[in-house]
């Protein structure tokens, strides 16, 4: 399959962390955009933070910023969400994406050629 598979989610309080991770095939994954993102029923989907596996820059969205961070495992072609101090503003379907169609990675591209099936995050 060419989709990346998210894992990691799950139910904690408020101030609590949890760690997502996207998993993506490894010919996808190298020197590719990889994104996370979030949406709850009735709103738009919105990016959380994304990261470029050939260099490692990052970039996350206002949000996410001082408490997330995102990072990349290149042995296991995988990109990690680290999440810190979690409101339950927080709560959504989180999704990863690989490889932006127009090349640009950043968490307002929204035009991405693989999307995971997502992982449920509830901050209670």
């Known amino acids: 399959h060419v989709q990346p598979v998210e894992s990691g989610g799950g139910s904690v309080q408020a101030g609590g962390s949890l760690s997502l991770s996207c998993l993506a095939p490894?010919?996808?994954?190298?020197?590719?955009?990889v994104g996370w993102f979030r949406q709850t029923p009735g709103k738009k989907r919105e990016g959380v933070a994304a990261?470029?596996?050939?260099?490692?820059?990052?970039v996350y969205a206002d949000s996410a910023k001082g408490r997330f961070t995102i990072s990349q495992d290149n042995a296991k072609s995988t990109v990690n969400l680290q999440m810190n101090s979690l409101e339950p503003e927080d709560t959504a379907m989180y999704y990863c994406?690989?490889?932006?169609?127009?090349?640009?990675?950043?968490?307002?591209?929204?035009?991405?050629?693989?999307w995971g099936q997502g992982t449920q995050v509830t901050v209670s």
């Open positions: 994406a690989t490889d932006p169609s127009g090349g640009v990675c950043s968490v307002r591209t929204t035009d991405w050629n693989y």
């Open positions: 490894i010919h996808i994954y190298r020197s590719n955009c």
């Open positions: 990261i470029y596996t050939g260099g490692g820059s990052t």
